[in-house]
């Protein structure tokens, strides 16, 4: 038997909402998994793309430590079981340490399509915590999975508390990814240990300025409830460009805010539909001139989240 899982990138923190707002972008990863008697090892896994330059940047493992298969793994083991030889292919459309959510989408297919494999034992619940551990990053997986805008929290004993709200259509979307790379895990080193009280208290009442925004679609309130002091003032000096890109989309008509996306180096930019091509060319020009090269695309929010094909 054989399952593919077609699976949306996804943009985390969207400014104030550090490691719990996200969002799926419409750019996708598809997971298969079959089952077969072939692979004498037990497992084969096949890595296509059609971004070789992030593929080879970022060697992926294709034995049992590869995150695709972790996820499985600990789904057959949530049912007492082991994953029987398991021939895995991977479809990767979605660029690689762009902050993009990569790594969340394939795992979140893997989980998936295990559990369609498995005759659908997982509950969705069951299948946000079984991906969270392996990923770490509910903000990612949870978009990942169910689709829209979403907020989520891992709790202490592994579940996810999360929320799906509703996006409004005429909010655009321009994703700006240059070509260069940047791993959470350097991306999360140069976070502080502690924040203070004052800049805690800012990111809270952003946070909740954020949610009223989208309930009443307010873009004005929008544009204050996008500022964040917890994670971009630190990881903005890994992203060349990033504060001179804020302050020339400031003074667009219908622009909200420029954010990271997730851990970066990747800025998504949330506007009202008639500025596109200022934005983008901003964005070129800034980046140009740093040497940087960038793939500019302005999407809606994907609604739907991971679909067993
Ligand atoms: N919230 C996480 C971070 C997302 O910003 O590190 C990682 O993709």
Not at 31 to 56: A, C, H, K, M, R
Not at 219 to 224: F, G, I, R, V
Request: proline share 6%; with cysteine.
């Amino acid at each position: 038997m054989k399952v593919s899982v077609k699976v949306p990138a996804t943009t985390a923190n969207i400014g104030p909402g550090f490691d719990c707002f996200g969002m799926a972008l419409p750019i996708y990863n598809t997971v298969t998994l079959e089952e077969t008697v072939y692979p004498t090892n037990g497992l084969e896994i096949n890595i296509l793309g059609d971004q070789d330059e992030g593929i080879s940047g970022f060697l992926i493992p294709t034995d049992k430590t590869n995150i695709v298969y972790k996820a499985v793994e600990l789904l057959y083991n949530y049912t007492g079981q082991t994953p029987p030889a398991l021939k895995i292919n991977i479809q990767s459309n979605i660029p690689i340490a762009k902050g993009l959510g990569s790594s969340a989408s394939v795992i979140v297919g893997g989980v998936l399509a295990a559990n369609e494999l498995l005759g659908n034992p997982a509950d969705e619940d069951v299948l946000l915590s079984i991906a969270n551990e392996v990923e770490g990053h509910p903000d990612n997986i949870t978009p990942a999975m169910i689709g829209g805008f979403t907020l989520s929290s891992a709790e202490d004993d592994g579940s996810i508390i999360y929320k799906k709200l509703e996006w409004p259509d005429n909010w655009k979307l321009t994703i700006c990814i240059p070509d260069y790379e940047l791993a959470t895990t350097i991306s999360r080193s140069v976070l502080p240990e502690n924040i203070s009280l004052k800049d805690a208290a800012f990111n809270g009442k952003r946070c909740a300025m954020f949610i009223d925004a989208l309930h009443t679609k307010d873009a004005e309130l929008m544009k204050l409830a996008l500022a964040d002091r917890i994670h971009q003032p630190y990881r903005s000096r890994l992203v060349p460009g990033f504060n001179e890109i804020m302050t020339s989309l400031k003074d667009i008509d219908n622009v909200m805010g420029a954010v990271l996306s997730g851990a970066g180096p990747s800025i998504l930019v949330i506007s009202k539909n008639n500025s596109i091509e200022s934005i983008k060319n901003n964005v070129k020009s800034v980046w140009e001139g740093l040497g940087i090269k960038a793939d500019i695309r302005t999407v809606s929010v994907d609604t739907k989240g991971a679909v067993i094909l």
